[in-house]
């Protein structure tokens, strides 16, 4: 069965430093999204992304942030100068579009910023 | 934003019971999702429903999305302890994304 997948599990980085996390999407899925969930707390968006450009995005989603889908398979969320507080576990969904808007979950990148 | 509640949050059960949570929203919705989360995993869509009053099965997984458009429950009959985990409710009003609940913890009573 398909399934969104998500790299690495698990990164780790002083504050300050860029991260990218990178996901792949289910194939043929039009529509992705990244949310986040800080521990113990509910999932929360972030961005969505469709023909290529950002359909919505939240509060939480400042400049810091951007995301990319470079070629035709993978979607990235970059964090430019991380803070503490963006230590969560962060997850790229799809969805395939054309009606069909529920979403698929990867199993996430924990990311812890020291 | 939208606001969810989700109860109760935590509940326990013993093999075989039928267990029942919910989830309102001070707005409407146009569609309702039910996910699972186990520790360090991330969200297993269950259900997902489209239209008020609509009741879906999914095997012991049954759940219904209001007519008011702004509640939603889900039922899991005969429960078996690899249902413990954490559920979640999810409301989608226009555009994509999804609303969140804080989630319902079901633990196996010992």
């Known amino acids: 069965e398909p399934e969104v997948t998500q790299t690495p599990s698990h990164q780790v980085t002083q504050m300050g430093q860029e991260v990218i996390l990178r996901c792949v999407p289910i194939?043929?899925?039009?529509?992705f999204y990244w949310y986040r969930q800080i521990l113990g707390q509910k999932v929360e968006f972030l961005v969505s992304?469709?023909?290529?450009?950002?359909?919505?995005k939240s509060e939480i989603f400042d400049d810091q942030f951007s995301v990319e889908r470079p070629d035709g398979s993978n979607f990235t969320l970059k964090i430019r100068s991380t803070k503490l507080e963006d230590s969560a576990m962060y997850f790229c969904?799809?969805?395939?579009?054309?009606?069909?808007?529920?979403?698929?979950f990867g199993p996430g990148t924990r990311l812890t910023v020291t | 934003g939208q606001q969810l509640n989700q109860s109760p949050q935590s509940m326990f059960i013993q093999e075989g019971e039928d267990v029942s949570m919910n989830c309102t929203s001070s707005?409407?919705?146009?569609?309702w999702l039910w996910y699972k989360q186990d520790p360090g995993e991330g969200p297993v869509l269950l259900i997902a429903?489209?239209?008020?009053?609509e009741l879906t099965s999914n095997g012991r997984l049954t759940a219904q999305f209001g007519i008011t458009r702004k509640d939603s429950f889900l039922n899991i009959s005969a429960s078996i302890p690899s249902d413990v985990g954490i559920y979640f409710c999810?409301?989608?009003?226009?555009?994509?994304?999804?609303?969140f609940g804080a989630g319902t913890t079901v633990t196996v009573r010992a």
């Open positions: 992304f469709y023909n290529n450009e950002i359909s919505e």
């Open positions: 707005s409407i919705f146009n569609t």
């Open positions: 999810a409301g989608q009003l226009i555009g994509y994304k999804l609303s």
């Open positions: 194939s043929n899925h039009l529509y």
């Open positions: 969904a799809s969805s395939a579009g054309r009606g069909r808007y529920e979403q698929y």
């Open positions: 429903l489209y239209k008020a009053g």
